[in-house]
């Protein structure tokens, strides 16, 4: 009989086999990066004013993210579904716990990615600055809630996945639920770019907010993955 | 043996509930429209709260009850679907008292502000209840059998017990950063005399029995909907048997 | 109680149940250890789906199913580690090649390396073959793949769905060659299958699925 790994080994693989999968496919830098560059763009021409667009770039950078995420974990989820891998995991008593951490680390990893991407095309489209003390913020703002964000995705795209009818489901719950990270890295990012006024001390409460979501679903996906995931 | 008198439907305690709503509806009818007396400030329109409170605190009732409904159905011994039907009607009993709450409280705005949307953080908090409640009962239509749809349900209502908080919290926080806006809450400078105490407060329990006549039926509807599914079963059975004998 | 714990599969008027049809309508079944049971039937009358109730995949609407000494409505998990199933979908990732598909399955079954090779060079995938993506194989060496992967479980009961299908001539005598020794090693074979000639020599007890229900054959 063989021995089942436990979660740590099982999370790391599952990780890995999902970078892996995008690193042979190619489909978040070929398809949803292009995507949310455009529609970085397409704000530019809805709100044609040089100032607004530099004061409202941090928002702007996370609704794109939030727009791409919809993709991407339905993506992640589609490579389970397409020729039944995840039922084929469950047989094999595959521990959920373990898919969850890997498939959030996978998911973690494509959105950070993305973010960057999204980042410099606001210095380079909406021309914000950016101190270095602002940098530290921003990074930690990006970490804290791309975190939350993976947990979250993997969470609810699990529930959403496979049966016909369900995909589409996927932004009306997620929508609500990503409402405070929108919220909170929003205005963490104003206050990097030293937006409107704002001063960086705020920002780091806001940081405080998306550590906590981050937390909070992080845990609550551990122990709910399973029965969302289950037949 | 046949019997076509129509049987009511009602069991002893939602006639105690419909009773006591009734009563005190109409007290808040009659208290609320004509014996109360207009606000110095909001005049006319204060009579708005009469409606927009109760149904706002029976909303987040009907959250928590649908929570912890759901929690006692996850972690009871025996997963009874009695608690999961209890979850169901409450979350759909509540979406609507939370559009009522909405739509009247977008009325008392526009009649006191002159706007129909404020981001005051109570209203913002249960615009987001409504919008993922309506989540919910899309989750419970999802399909497969009434234990799977019961365990995906309560984890949902589980997870969005940890999530309205956090907008809420979150919204509070934000609003604070807009200090000129203050705190427009329409209910913020009302001097409240002894006979609007009274019939707000007539008007919660009236509202909460309502609320109560309304999920004790719809459960019980719920529950007589699972056993018209358990009958069409066992007619779909026998029909698939009979093709087996016939081939 | 005694019947339940020595049989491998214990069903005993099962029904099971998709979007309110009755797949399984009152399946009894009883196998014992180191059997192959070969089920026939027509197409939709419940053979996958008594597979994949087996495998703990499906609740059971009524009825009593126990696998592996274990009750398939609340102790899911326990059976699951110890049962492999092949279904009609393959359960591979498209964008890997074979190589990678399994040893992402062994990592996740704790297989060995070597284990791992002699799957792979059992059913012919080794070598050049390996390193192909699997979306670009043809549906029979993705079906050896999962088969490969099958074979590194080791579980104490196979569940296998059309097995043959796909596979040309040679493939699926290896199939057999496989089955048998695994029976011998002491797992338990249950086998849904359309080629019921090949079959017959290959099982132990033969089955028929009709309509949802069990009937035995001789």
Known sequence: ?231 | MNSTAVRSVGTPSTRLFGLLAIVCMTWVVVGGLFFTPADLNQGESVRIMYVHVPTAWVAYLAFIVTGVASAMFMFGKRHSLGFDRVAGASAEVGLMFMAITLISGSLWGRLTWGTFWEWDPRLTTTAFLFVTYLGYMAVRGLGGSPQQRARRSAVVAMLAVLEIPLVHFSVVMWRSLHQRASVLSTDGDIKMDGLMLTTLFVGVIGFTCTFAWLVSHRQRVMAMRDILLATQLDSALNERIAEGSQS | MDALSTSIIDLRDVVAVYNGYPALAGASLSVEKGEIVLLQGPNGAGKSTLLRLCAGLLPVERGTAFVLGCNVQNERERIRSRVGLLGHNNGLYADLSIADNISFWASMVGALQSEIDAAMSRMGIDGSLASRSVGNLSAGQKRRCALACLIVRRAELWLLDEPHAGLDAKGRDEIDAILREASQLGATIVVASHEVERAQHLATRNVAVVAGRVQERS
């Open chain 1, 1 to 231: 009989m063989s021995t089942s790994p436990n979660i740590a080994r099982v999370a790391r693989v599952v990780a890995a086999k999902d970078l892996r999968i995008e690193m042979r496919s190619h489909i978040v830098v070929q398809q949803v990066l292009p995507f949310a560059g455009l529609v970085m763009v397409m704000f530019a021409f809805a709100l044609d004013n040089d100032d607004v667009l530099q004061r409202v770039a941090g928002g702007l950078v996370w609704l794109a993210t939030l727009f791409s995420l919809f993709i991407v974990v339905q993506r992640s989820y589609a490579i389970e579904t397409s020729d039944g891998a995840l039922d084929a995991l469950r047989v094999a008593g595959v521990d959920s716990q373990g898919i969850f951490l890997g498939k959030s680390a996978a998911l973690f990893v494509q959105l950070i990615t993305l973010e960057m991407l999204l980042f410099v095309l606001a210095v380079v489209l909406y021309q914000v600055q950016l101190s270095l003390a602002g940098l530290v913020l921003l990074v930690t703002c990006v970490l804290c809630a791309t975190a939350g964000l993976a947990f979250v995705g993997t969470l609810y795209g699990g529930l959403t996945a496979g049966a016909r009818g369900r995909e589409t489901l996927l932004p009306l719950l997620l929508l609500p639920v990503v409402a405070p990270v929108v919220l909170s890295a929003t205005r963490a990012t104003e206050s990097a770019f030293l937006s409107g006024g704002t001063v960086l001390a705020d920002g780091w409460s806001w940081v405080g907010v998306l550590a906590v979501f981050a937390a909070l679903f992080g845990i609550g996906g551990l122990l709910s993955f399973g029965a969302l995931i289950e037949e």
